[in-house]
């Protein structure tokens, strides 16, 4: 079972970090400091899509981490 926890945890790691690299791909440094006029835009999309996947792949990978502390004791 702690096999099972670690491999979730790897998988969700990764894939969250490839999520997160997918959405700032069209952002510049400036963007991030206010100099994009659009930041208060809403997310349309393949951005919200994949903005959601990076939080459930987050959800994912604290909970695999929380299971897999508790299953060693």
């Given at each position: 079972?702690?096999?099972?926890?670690?491999?979730?945890?790897?998988?969700s790691a990764l894939l969250m970090v490839?999520?997160?690299l997918i959405q700032t791909r069209g952002q510049s440094l400036g963007a991030s400091f206010g100099g994009?006029?659009?930041?208060?835009?809403?997310?349309?999309?393949?951005?919200?899509?994949?903005?959601?996947?990076?939080?459930?792949?987050?959800v994912i990978f604290v909970l695999s981490v929380i299971l897999s502390i508790l299953s060693k004791k």
């Open positions: 079972m702690k096999n099972l926890f670690n491999i979730v945890t790897v998988i490839l999520t997160v994009d006029s659009n930041f208060y835009r809403s997310k349309r999309g393949a951005e919200a899509v994949v903005f959601n996947a990076t939080i459930v792949l987050a």
